[in-house]
């Protein structure tokens, strides 16, 4: 499974960015897909995943309210829709995939490379 991460960017604080991520090599809905972020000298946080079907959805509590994740099966596409940015939310972006739902990192199989993502205030 190759993951495909896009869609990052520099954007002034309470602007929006749609990551992306696309999934090749086996079809995306055998996989609950997450989103993780890592900034410059701290650890991997996790920050929202997805079901296999997309019914389950869970954020971590820093981006509840403000970021959605959503899946295109059809398209073996993931989505991370990110509103109301804040400079915290500066970080590199990663989408992973797992046969087990949840937030930890340990669980995900596969990654995508990143993507840059760049808060100003």
């Known amino acids: 499974v190759q993951l495909q991460a896009s869609g990052g960017g520099l954007v002034q604080a309470g602007g929006s960015l749609r990551l992306s991520c696309a999934v090749s090599?086996?079809?995306?809905?055998?996989?609950?897909m997450g989103w993780f972020r890592q900034a410059p000298g701290k650890e991997r946080d996790f920050v929202a995943a997805i079901s296999r079907s997309g019914d389950s959805i869970y954020y971590a509590d820093s981006v509840k309210g403000r970021f959605t994740i959503s899946r295109d099966n059809a398209k073996n596409t993931v989505y991370l829709q990110m509103n109301s940015l804040k400079p915290e939310d500066t970080a590199v972006y990663y989408c992973a995939a797992a046969i087990v739902f949840g937030g930890d990192y340990r669980n995900y199989d596969y990654w995508g490379q990143g993507t840059q993502v760049t808060v100003s205030s």
């Open positions: 090599g086996r079809t995306s809905s055998r996989y609950v």
